[in-house]
């Protein structure tokens, strides 16, 4: 076994690397860039190495920086995670040669599956089933779209080099495939430099379903079932389960032999998955599966295989990497129970799932495991970090496992509504509402299903009075807590031995609502809403939901809801964007895209000043007040939350 490895990676996947090396006694080197300095990868590593600035292109992407870290810290091997460089056969080859083991395939494997086209042509040779459709050289637009028509629409085109979802298209009618192949080579174009794509039939009905394989350098491959992957947003999966709800004896068989022989086809080493799409149109049928692509690496959802076979995974790359032979043989891995994972993202499901950025002012997980269950929660933060622009938004991975799927299910969402995230809009609830949906709860998965059922997966319902009442009593009883430099925490403490009733302020999207906070005698509290269009409500409240204050807000969680209110600060005259002395703050984490003003002029309230890009929004920013601007933030300007955006001149009228 290795004496020392280098983890090239960063989050969640870097923390579950540094924790089964640390089992196996192995010391590991981190890297990171300027955002993750402080993050919860590099306190974990017994060594880290800065790699440079925030951009990805920059630090995590950067081969050759990863190598000499690995070189100067003496690690002998290189983990690349999943994302990244982990399946760049380049750096597999700048890592061998300068005499370090890259922990995963060899470079020719990672070659031969590289690109969809081509590795479809691969599995066409060695007898595994790919999906119907074109994957040839030629790229002219009649011969692709004469293709299309052979097929036989619906046909989804895809770029040959793509991954996460990009550079695919569905087309339902000949008259829109040109378009939809321009625009699919755009995208393909922009992020990957390759524009060409294959055209494939549309499954009806398509469930996604994958085999986790394991090879190592003898010759031995195995396989540990599957994994379903159906549930899924922008060609992303949220959710994922082993095994396959509603898995036939006959088309297991049939989809673990052909992914065997595929990872024997390009003598694969480590870990590696071969994604299948299954037409769920007639229920699963053994001849009904088809090879979409193979990722040569650890996936997002490795847990849920370990939960159900027992296994370490990033252990066996270890060993398998080391030179040993696989742990198990074939006979010796068993399916037990029934497993799902939850991917916790910070995103707007009701926005179309756009990413979010923001601080984990408040981040709690279920202290334990509901009964009947094990739980994993994988993560890479911790309460206060940041969810930066940078990189992907993921705030934990919730894994659990029961001795069946109605058990595993019921965990799941009692997990998701013990999980508590403030400072970030945050996917849980749309998760609970998915694991909650009756088509999912019965196993009747596919691709379409969160699409089908959006509406109703994405509504929160409005803030019911107790729920308002419990942030009024959070926010009188406990005050915000004010630090110098938020603007918005003037609110002053309040103690329980006031006898007097506090008037609170909230604000919950476009409504403002007053309420009233009257401590009694007996303890408890009396809460009058005076909420517009309302009459007065009084509520008594002893025991209250769990409520999280952080700067400028209050959140009260309800289940695996959180409400989220504004607590405007009383004193300043701020508007949405955080004003107040004089200066303009960024409300998150962004870039300056375009500046609309400059030092010197006079501007009036409500006047567009800057456009700051976060994710892949765009958010307008206004002067909050008629003034002078004496400061203004630079065009390209790369800004962290709270920054000064726009500074006003002292002289500005009032
Ligand atoms: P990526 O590299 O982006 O992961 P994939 O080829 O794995 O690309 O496809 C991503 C997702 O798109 C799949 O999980 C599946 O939901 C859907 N998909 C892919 N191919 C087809 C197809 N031929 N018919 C229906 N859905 C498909
Ligand atoms: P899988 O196919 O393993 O389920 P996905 O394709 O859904 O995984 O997600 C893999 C993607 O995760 C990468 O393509 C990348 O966009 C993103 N990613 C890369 N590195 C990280 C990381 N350290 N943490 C979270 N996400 C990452
Ligand atoms: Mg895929």
Not at 233 to 250: L, Y
């Amino acid at each position: 076994m290795f004496g020392k490895i280098l983890i090239a990676n960063r989050g969640e996947i870097a923390c579950r690397v540094i924790r089964t090396a640390r089992k196996l006694g192995v010391r590991t080197v981190a890297v990171y860039s300027d955002a993750d300095a402080r993050s919860l990868h590099v306190e974990m590593a017994d060594e880290a190495v800065h790699i440079g600035p925030s951009p990805v292109g920059e630090s995590y992407l950067r081969g050759d920086k990863i190598v000499a870290a690995a070189l100067a810290s003496g690690a002998q091997a290189v983990h690349p995670g999943y994302g990244f460089l982990s399946e760049n056969p380049d750096f597999v080859d700048q890592v061998t040669a300068a005499g370090l083991v890259f922990i995963g395939p060899s470079a020719a494997s990672i070659r031969a599956m590289g690109l969809k086209d081509a590795a479809k042509r691969l599995m066409e040779k060695a007898g595994v089933p790919v999906v119907p459709g074109y994957h040839g050289e030629a790229q002219e637009i009649v011969l692709l779209a004469s293709k299309a028509r052979e097929i036989g629409y619906p046909v989804l085109i895809k770029a040959r080099a793509g991954g996460g979802g990009k550079g695919m298209r569905r087309v339902e009618h000949p008259d829109d495939f040109s378009e939809a192949l321009s625009s699919a080579r755009r995208e393909a174009k922009a992020a990957f430099g390759d524009d060409r794509v294959l055209v494939e039939k549309y499954v009806e009905k398509p469930r996604h379903i994958e085999v986790q394989v394991f090879g190592d350098n003898f010759g031995n491959a195995v396989h540990l079932y599957e994994r379903d992957c159906s549930a899924q947003r922008r060609h992303q999966k949220v959710i994922e389960e082993a095994a396959a709800p509603g898995m036939t004896p006959a088309l297991r068989k049939a989809m673990t032999e052909a992914a065997v022989k595929a990872a024997k086809a390009i003598s694969y080493s480590g870990a590696g998955t071969i994604e299948f799409i299954v037409d769920a149109s007639q229920g699963l049928k053994a001849d009904r599966f088809w090879f979409m692509e193979m990722n040569t690496r650890l996936q997002v959802e490795h847990p849920v295989t370990e939960m159900v076979t027992g296994t370490d995974l990033v252990e066996w790359q270890l060993r398998v990497a080391a030179g040993e032979k696989l742990p198990r043989t074939q006979q010796e891995i068993e399916l037990v129970g029934h497993a799902f994972e939850a991917r916790i993202y910070a995103e707007d499901a009701a926005k179309g799932f756009l990413p979010a950025t923001g601080t984990l002012h408040h981040l709690k997980f279920p202290d334990a495991a509901p009964e009947g269950a094990t739980m994993r929660i994988e993560t890479g933060v911790r309460a206060g970090d940041t969810i930066s622009p940078y990189y992907d938004p993921m705030i934990a991975k919730l894994v659990v496992h029961a001795k069946d799927r109605a058990a595993a299910l019921t965990a799941l969402r009692k997990a998701l509504a013990e999980t508590e995230v403030a400072g970030s809009t945050v996917n849980t609830a749309f998760l609970w509402a998915l694991a909650g949906n009756a088509d999912f709860a019965a196993g009747d998965v596919d691709t379409g299903l969160i699409g089908r059922h959006q509406e109703a997966l994405v509504a929160v319902p409005s803030p019911g009075d107790e729920t308002i009442a419990a942030a009024a009593l959070a926010v009188t009883d406990a005050g915000v807590p004010a630090t110098a430099t938020d603007p918005w925490s003037a609110l002053s403490g309040y103690a329980h031995f006031h006898t007097l009733a506090r008037r609170t302020r909230l604000r919950y999207g476009d409504e403002t609502i007053l309420a009233r906070v009257s401590p009694r005698p007996d303890g408890r509290f009396q809460v009058a809403l005076e909420v517009p269009h309302d009459a007065v409500n009084a509520h008594d409240l002893r025991t209250m939901p769990p409520a999280a204050l952080w700067p400028g807000h209050v959140t009260v969680f309800e289940g695996a809801i959180g409400y989220t209110f504004a607590v405007p600060d009383p004193l300043a005259k701020a508007d949405e964007a955080g004003a107040g002395s004089g200066s303009l703050r960024a409300p998150m984490p962004g870039l300056v895209k375009l500046v609309r003003a400059a030092a010197g002029d006079a501007v009036s309230k409500g006047q567009p000043l800057l456009i700051l890009e976060a994710m892949k929004m765009e958010h307008t920013i206004a002067a909050p007040q008629d003034g002078i601007i004496a400061e203004i933030a630079a065009e390209g300007a790369q800004v962290s939350d709270g920054t000064v955006l726009v500074r006003f001149a002292e002289d500005s009228p009032a």
